[in-house]
């Protein structure tokens, strides 16, 4: 730059301008018309001359503005190009990158916008942004660029990508082909672009890095376009290299990665060069051959060959160098310590980056598990086998076709074909029926299984042997129907038997039925009678049910009577007793004298109270005996006392009737319900008493010993024997029920209860556990005998 | 005078008991409860009591056990009058401490004579020999 060179003009300019200053302040002054006019032209003159100085100064200042300002923009350029690199060298990740040098070109270059785009492959031919920088505000999403030869793909991205070569719009106004997106793009302040495309090492383009500036022509000059380019170039280039970096790192990694996993792998892996020499052995090779990788390394893979399984090394190295792997080939190996394994080998070829194969990968995997187990099946099967050949029932399994597909020799010899004759062949062509025999294992086939099925199977001879046949499904592992096993059994002896039996049978049967006939006519008259006895046991079932019904009934409501009784007596005693003390007070004159008529009925009151307590008395004891609610409460006590005792009650009545009374009775100790036989006793005492007008009355004990019992278990009777009026035999009977008393003369006149010896026969039986006996003669007198055990339980 | 206190809720049996014990020249303590009995057997003294064994309050039993655990109590006869109803429960009256029993209905004519003749009293003889 000259500044020199605009400040010279610009005086000249002024000076000129003086001068017509001068020249027109002399108009002004008094001249002549002429003088005026000569130098009006001389004005007009130097003005036109020096417009066109100005004109061309003017011209001349605008190009070095320009220049001045391209040479800054490629000032700029140059700096971005450098920190574009700085950033190519740095950069680990893509996408950072991009974004990056998007930014850096719009920052440092002052462009309005940058993008990145890579050329997708797809229908579209679309051209993907990747990354961008500056003012941006929608402009890509709405662009849709593309590289095909379409309106859109005309713009200089467009043509960038197809051609590869650079392309620009110098003005979105006026370039035709932008019309497409002259709007947004002016909107958003582009007046300029410029695409250059981005190209791999091959030089094929894979993208575009397209810019935009606010000013029209901005990529005019061939020395921005050719900065531009290089630029684009680096950027390709660091994308390339980053993209080897990653690509290299990544090798690595699944390099390493296999590496951990063929020596973490449970079978021997080991690399052999194509001689057989060992060049890599991992620790499951270790492990199953007992060789650390220092031994072996560089040594011969015959090592580990057993002596007569040498050949297989070189058959193996022939293969691998054809390129054809071998695969679990199952084989035996020596361990170092010289024990053999068995073992499954698989073996591939290692290739070169060109295919030329350079090595052998071995590997490993430890069968020998596997090989004994598979020996003990073996042996298993071949038992189970001998057990299905050993059977005499001929055993076939048929296929769903019908077809056999094994036997065991049980059915060789009954159809007298070999095995291999039979596999294969239909099963049912060995039956002399062929139709039931399919019928038979189609049966099989739909229900599972078959029982007994009868048929008749043909030796190719013609002899025939009826079979009974047993089948059933068989399934493999996964449950689904594989087959039918089908037993057959020989029952030609059975039949022979059965045919015997049959002949017996028919004949017994003739006799059978001509007895039967016989029978079933005696049977007939039998039935008969039998139905006639039939209605009337019957008729005697219902009666007795209905009796059973009635008789528990009438238990019940005797049971309730007894009850009834035995409470509502107890109650009646308290006022009669009141009735009876009060009259003995009132008839013994303890409160005052009484006149003999007076002390006759008071005499009545009591005698009909002590009856009426009595009766009372008994009638209580009798409920509770019947209801079962009477119990025996034993005590130790002499018998002799307790005579006395009960003597002593009817001495008084004894003496009044002016009787004899004669007592022979025993010490005898006995244990028993006291009170209760002091009541009996009393009871036949009364009676006797009662029922004698002249003569006495004897009370006798004995003690009698049990036959067979033991000494403690003796009986004690007691007879109370009287000179009374005794009882017709007839009558004896009716003599302990209760209420009756016997039609006499004296029946009036004496008091009875009607209770008294069926209440001293119960209490004998059931509180003492003894009994009670009469016998008498009329018109002389009665003896009655109560026999009780002297020890109650 | 020879006193016998008699434990009875029934007054017409009160009645009876007092002519039968009056007319052998006992002067009759009556008392009607359980409870009064047991007040009177300690305050009174009797020669002996008659105890009936249902009463309204304390029953007879509970009576005498009270009478034979106070301090007063020096073996005096109780002897326990029981229902018929009772009979299975001698053994329970003897347990309370009663001498003797007697079972209902009472004879006025021979009650005293028998008492006399349990408790070995003879006449206005008004010693006590008990019975072992």
């Given at each position: ?20 200053l ?34 061309k ?28 690199n ?40 679309s ?28 713009g ?78 680096d ?78 090394l ?60 598979e ?6 099967n ?48 060995y039956?002399t029926?062929?139709g ?39 399934r ?5 129907v ?170 008084k ?22 009170r ?74 004496v ?43 | ?84 109803a ?5 053994s ?25 003749l ?15």
């Amino acid at each position: 730059v000259r500044p020199e060179l605009v400040i010279i003009p610009k005086l000249t300019n002024v000076f000129a301008v003086i001068v017509v200053l001068f020249i027109l302040l002399r108009r002004w002054l008094p001249q002549e018309e002429h003088e005026k006019a000569q130098l009006n032209a001389l004005v007009q003159e130097q003005i036109s001359e020096l417009a066109e100085i100005n004109n061309k100064l003017r011209i001349e200042i605008t190009e070095r503005k320009r220049a001045e300002e391209a040479l800054r923009r490629l000032n700029r350029e140059l700096r971005a190009r450098s920190n574009c690199n700085r950033i190519l060298m740095q950069a680990e990740d893509e996408q950072e990158l991009l974004n990056e040098i998007c930014h850096v070109i719009c920052d440092e270059a002052g462009y309005r916008m940058t993008w990145v785009g890579y050329a997708d492959d797809d229908d579209a031919k679309s051209v993907r942004p990747v990354a961008w920088g500056g003012v941006e505000e929608g402009y890509l999403a709405e662009a849709n660029i593309t590289w095909a030869d379409t309106e859109r793909g005309r713009g200089p991205t467009g043509t960038a990508v197809r051609t590869g070569k650079t392309a620009c719009f110098q003005d979105f106004e006026t370039d035709s082909k932008a019309a497409v997106w002259r709007d947004k793009a002016l909107q958003r302040g582009y007046r300029s672009s410029i695409a250059i495309a981005l190209r791999d090492e091959s030089g094929n383009t894979f993208g575009v890095l397209t810019i935009y500036s606010t000013e029209s022509n901005a990529f005019a000059t061939t020395e921005e376009i050719r900065l531009l380019e290089e630029l684009a170039g680096d950027l390709a280039f660091g994308i390339t290299a980053l993209r080897n970096r990653i690509e290299r790192k990544r090798a690595e990694e699944s390099l390493n990665h296999l590496a951990a996993i063929v020596e973490s792998s449970d079978d021997a892996i080991i690399g052999k060069s194509l001689d057989g020499n060992i060049l890599s052995w991992n620790k499951g090779a270790e492990r199953l051959y007992g060789y650390r990788e220092e031994e072996v390394k560089g040594r011969s893979i015959s090592i580990l060959i057993p002596q007569e399984l040498v050949g297989e090394l070189s058959n193996f190295l022939e293969s691998i160098k054809n390129g054809k792997p071998i695969e679990h080939y199952e084989t035996s190996r020596l361990r170092k310590d010289g024990s053999r394994i068995e073992v499954s080998v698989t073996i591939s070829p290692i290739c070169d980056s060109c295919g030329k194969v350079v090595g052998a990968s071995t590997i490993a995997r430890d069968i020998t598990a596997r090989k004994q187990m598979e020996e003990k099946l073996r042996l298993a099967n071949a038992y189970n086998r001998s057990l299905i050949e050993a059977s005499l029932d001929p055993l076939v399994t048929i296929d769903a076709d019908g077809r056999i597909t094994d036997v065991n020799a049980a059915t060789e010899s009954v159809t007298g074909c070999s095995r291999s004759e039979l596999i294969g062949t239909d099963f049912s062509d060995y039956f002399t029926v062929p139709g039931d025999a399919r019928t038979s294992y189609r049966q099989v086939f739909r229900e599972g299984m078959v029982k007994d099925y009868p048929l008749e199977l043909k030796h190719r001879d013609g002899l025939v042997t009826p079979v009974l046949y047993n089948a059933s499904v068989y399934r493999d592992e996964a449950g689904d129907v594989v087959g039918v096993f089908a037993a057959a059994r020989d029952i030609t002896e059975r039949r022979k038997a059965e045919l015997e039996l049959q002949k017996l049978n028919e004949e017994l049967e003739q006799r059978v039925k001509e007895r039967t006939a016989d029978l079933n006519k005696r049977s007939a008259e039998l039935t008969e009678s039998k139905g006639a006895l039939m209605n009337i046991v019957e008729d005697l079932n219902e009666k007795t049910i209905e009796l059973e019904q009635a008789n528990s009934k009438l238990q019940e409501l005797d049971r309730l009577k007894s009850m009834f009784i035995a409470s509502m007596s107890h109650e009646l005693r308290t006022p009669l007793n009141s009735v009876i003390g009060f009259s003995s007070v009132l008839l013994n004159e303890w409160v005052g004298p009484i006149n003999a008529e007076q002390k006759e009925n008071l005499a009545i009151i009591l005698r009909s109270g002590k009856h009426l307590l009595n009766l009372i008395n008994d009638v209580i004891d009798v409920s509770k005996i019947e209801a079962g609610k009477i119990e025996s409460t034993p005590e130790e006590f002499d018998l002799h006392d307790l005579i006395f005792e009960a003597v002593s009650l009817v001495k008084k009545e004894l003496e009044e009737k002016g009787l004899v009374l004669r007592v022979a009775a025993a010490h005898q100790q006995m244990r028993t319900d006291r009170r209760r036989l002091l009541q009996c006793v009393l009871n036949l005492l009364s009676n006797a008493v009662k029922f004698t007008e002249q003569g006495g009355v004897t009370v006798e004990t004995r003690i009698v010993q049990v036959s067979g019992e033991k000494p403690e278990a003796c009986v004690a009777e007691i007879s109370v024997t009287d000179t009374g009026i005794g009882i017709r035999e007839e009558e004896i009977g009716k003599m302990f029920q209760p209420f009756v008393r016997l039609f006499s003369p004296l029946q009036s006149i004496v008091p009875g209860t009607g209770l008294g010896l069926y209440l001293t026969r119960k209490l004998a039986a059931e509180v003492l556990k003894g009994d009670i006996m009469l016998t008498s003669e009329y018109g002389k007198g009665s003896r009655l005998t109560l026999r009780i055990p002297v020890r109650l339980p | 005078m020879k006193k016998v206190l008699v434990v009875e809720d029934n007054k017409d049996n009160m009645r009876l008991i007092t002519y039968a014990f009056e007319r052998s020249g006992y002067k009759v303590i009556p008392a009607e409860t359980g409870e009064e009995g047991v007040e009177l057997a300690i305050r009174e003294r009797p020669l002996f009591i008659i105890m009936d064994i249902n009463l309204p309050d304390i029953d007879g039993l509970e009576a005498t056990r009270r009478i034979r655990a106070s301090e007063a109590d020096d073996d005096i006869p109780i002897i326990a009058i029981t229902s018929f109803a009772m009979y299975g429960d001698r053994s329970k009256i003897l347990d309370a401490g009663c001498t003797a029993y007697f079972e209902k209905p009472i004879d006025p004519l021979t009650i005293v004579d028998k008492i006399h003749l349990l408790l070995g009293l003879t006449g206005n003889n008004a010693t006590v020999n008990e019975e072992q």
